[in-house]
Nanobody, 113 residues
């Protein structure tokens, strides 16, 4: 069974940066992967995706500030987040893009103004 393990979250001030990691286990690492986030009292939303060949798709909120990448040798997907804003505060999860597996624990990102 596919499992996701997110890490790298933390508390930063507005304008700061964080790098999240997502280790994928239990499956051949050749599927599209996405980052999602869920802010308090809001529904989970898609943030950014990366295909097996490295092609990327960004939500409007992520364009120009976030960068997704993957290391297929390490079964890991990264999310580099720069110029963070308070509205980026959320629990960040990774999961399939166009497919799904059980959600991991996520990693908390808190951005203070």
């Amino acid at each position: 069974q596919v499992q996701f393990a997110e890490s790298g979250g933390g508390s930063v001030q507005a304008g700061g940066s964080l790098r999240l990691s997502c280790v994928v286990t239990g499956s051949t690492f050749d599927k599209p992967i996405a980052w999602y986030r869920q802010a308090p009292e809001k529904q989970r939303e898609w943030v950014v995706s990366i295909g097996s060949g490295g092609y990327t798709y960004y939500s409007d909120s992520a364009k120009g500030r976030f960068t997704i990448s993957r290391d297929n040798a390490k079964n890991t997907v990264f999310l580099e987040m720069n110029s963070l804003k308070p509205e980026d505060t959320a629990v960040y999860y990774c999961n399939g893009a166009g497919w799904a597996a059980p959600w991991g624990q996520g990693t908390q990102v808190t951005v203070s103004s």
